[in-house]
């Protein structure tokens, strides 16, 4: 066995890790992460930790949970990948079968990839290709997109090319397909003027737009921010109206996270394409799905002299282990009531924030679901931000681990997304923690 030091010495040496300022990172001791039980994380030192974001949204019912363990053991034994490029296998057949049955209706094919960015990526492509095939050269010139601003569909180039966060994405430009933003509300108040924006937008440009992609009822890395009621639905009828797909970007909200088992359901939208991964698997495999509709489907139908196939694909596509843990994983969802059972810790999550909005420095608290975004201001009257130097929500949840709790932050924006197997006394751990770790930084004591 390797010390925890050299572990440590050699993540340096070898590592490079996603959004992470390597210079940083050099100076400090990598926290190392061996095993996980239930809800929490387990050190290389023995330590436990509440998984709070759910190892990066994903994870649903707990780390080691025997149904997917056995569902991936089973599996391997009789084998561990083939390809879906000229042959198929029986998990996958199922799976797609069960992600059919419980996807908002009108959905009935789905195309597997490896994570949200390719999900994301092939209802782009998808999107493009069927104007380019439909019958009348009319839609042809439908090859642009609209997003939003805020949004973020992933890190890959056409994923980057439909993002609104200029510090992910602005560098990139030069190499980016052309889109066009518009504005996300984000309080009541805005919402009759974006959708304004929004259909005035459409009219304009709806005979070259082929799609508008959004993540639904909710925004997650620009800082866990809600639309306001009903503007998510206004922005689906205005793209049915006007031969605009409409692409929804569940690869955070899916799976339960906000209380149904797809945020599209909570404003009844019927999308054209579905990306969904994340929580698929219940966080335990890279496996990612593009649902769409038999009209998308049928356009690339067709002899194979005509070239209307969809030239896509990965080799891990529909990969067996990743589909068993998902099939698994949605058995857990049906056999155990998982989303009526969360209702009631929803609520109390809900009335466990309040008694964070007494601390001085915490200016607004943004909750759908088990979605949470806690945001941290320097004077919250004027809601003036911290210097971005001061790194306050890196301090928070480092702060937080000293209370036995592992979050992330978006900026100053402390997220926390627990597993939704989470209990009342682990969310209390969660938030008793959040609360120590904001005092002490924010105001340099922990007594409350």
């Known amino acids: 066995m390797i010390s925890k030091k050299g572990l440590q010495k050699k993540d340096h040496q070898y590592l490079w890790h996603p959004f992470t300022?390597?210079?940083?990172?050099?100076a400090d001791e990598p926290l190392i992460i061996e095993r996980g039980e239930g809800n929490f994380l387990i050190d290389i030192d023995g330590k436990r930790y509440l998984d709070g974001v759910s190892s990066l949204w994903c994870n649903v019912h707990g780390h080691g949970r025997r149904e997917i363990d056995g569902a991936i053991i089973a599996q391997l034994q009789r084998i561990a990948h083939s390809t879906l490029l000229g042959l198929s296998h029986?998990?996958?057949?199922?799976?797609?079968?069960?992600?059919?049955?419980?996807?908002?209706?009108?959905?009935?094919?789905?195309?597997?990839?490896?994570?949200?960015?390719?999900?994301?990526?092939?209802a782009l492509k998808m999107a493009f290709q069927y104007w380019q095939q439909k019958s009348s050269d009319r839609f042809r010139q439908k090859t642009k997109f609209l997003y939003f601003t805020?949004?973020?569909?992933?890190?890959?180039?056409?994923?980057?090319?439909?993002?609104g966060i200029d510090l992910f994405h602005s560098l990139y430009k030069p190499l980016l397909f052309e889109a066009t933003p518009l504005p996300a509300p984000y309080v009541l108040a805005e919402k009759e003027a974006a959708l304004?924006?929004?259909?005035r937008m459409i009219k304009i440009h709806h005979h070259e737009v082929a799609g508008l992609i959004m993540e639904p009822l909710?925004?997650?890395?620009?800082?866990?921010?809600?639309?306001?009621?009903?503007?998510?639905?206004?922005?689906?009828?205005?793209?049915?109206a006007n031969e605009v797909l409409f692409i929804a970007d569940e690869v955070a909200t899916g799976f339960g996270r906000t209380g149904k088992m797809f945020a599209c359901e909570h404003e009844e939208v019927l999308p054209d394409l579905l990306a969904v991964a994340k929580g698929l698997t219940g966080g335990y495999l890279p496996l990612a799905a593009t649902l769409t509709t038999p009209e998308i489907f049928d356009a690339?139908?067709?002899?194979?002299?005509?070239?209307?196939?969809?030239?896509h694909g990965h080799t891990y596509t529909g990969n067996p282990l990743g589909c068993a843990a998902a099939l698994a994983s949605l058995e857990i969802?049906?056999?155990?009531?998982?989303?009526?059972?969360l209702q009631p810790k929803i609520a109390f999550l809900e009335a466990g924030l309040r008694r964070l909005r007494?601390?001085?420095?915490?200016?607004?608290?943004?909750?759908?679901?088990?979605?949470?975004?806690?945001?941290?201001?320097?004077?919250?009257?004027?809601?003036?931000?911290?210097?971005?130097?001061?790194?306050?929500?890196?301090?928070?949840?480092?702060?937080?681990?000293e209370h036995g709790v592992i979050i992330r932050p978006l900026g100053d924006v402390i997220v926390l997304m627990p597993p939704l197997s989470v209990t009342e006394d682990e969310i209390n751990l969660l938030l008793d923690a959040v609360y120590l770790a904001i005092k002490t930084v924010t105001e340099g004591h922990g007594s409350r």
Not at 95 to 121: C, M, N, W
């Open 196 to 199: 304004e924006e929004v259909q």
């Open 150 to 163: 805020g949004a973020y569909h992933g890190d890959t180039l056409g994923a980057v090319s439909v993002g």
């Open 90 to 122: 029986p998990a996958a057949i199922l799976l797609a079968e069960r992600l059919v049955q419980i996807a908002p209706p009108g959905l009935a094919k789905v195309f597997y990839s490896d994570d949200g960015a390719t999900a994301v990526e092939i």
């Open 218 to 240: 909710i925004q997650g890395a620009a800082g866990i921010l809600p639309y306001p009621s009903g503007f998510m639905r206004g922005v689906w009828e205005l793209c049915r």
């Open 21 to 26: 300022q390597m210079q940083e990172w050099f």
């Open 300 to 311: 690339f139908l067709g002899p194979v002299d005509q070239k209307r196939t969809f030239f």
């Open 358 to 401: 007494s601390l001085r420095h915490v200016g607004e608290i943004r909750q759908v679901g088990f979605m949470v975004g806690i945001e941290l201001f320097d004077d919250v009257p004027s809601r003036r931000p911290y210097a971005v130097a001061k790194r306050m929500g890196h301090q928070v949840i480092r702060e937080a681990r």
């Open 333 to 341: 969802f049906e056999k155990e009531r998982v989303l009526e059972r």
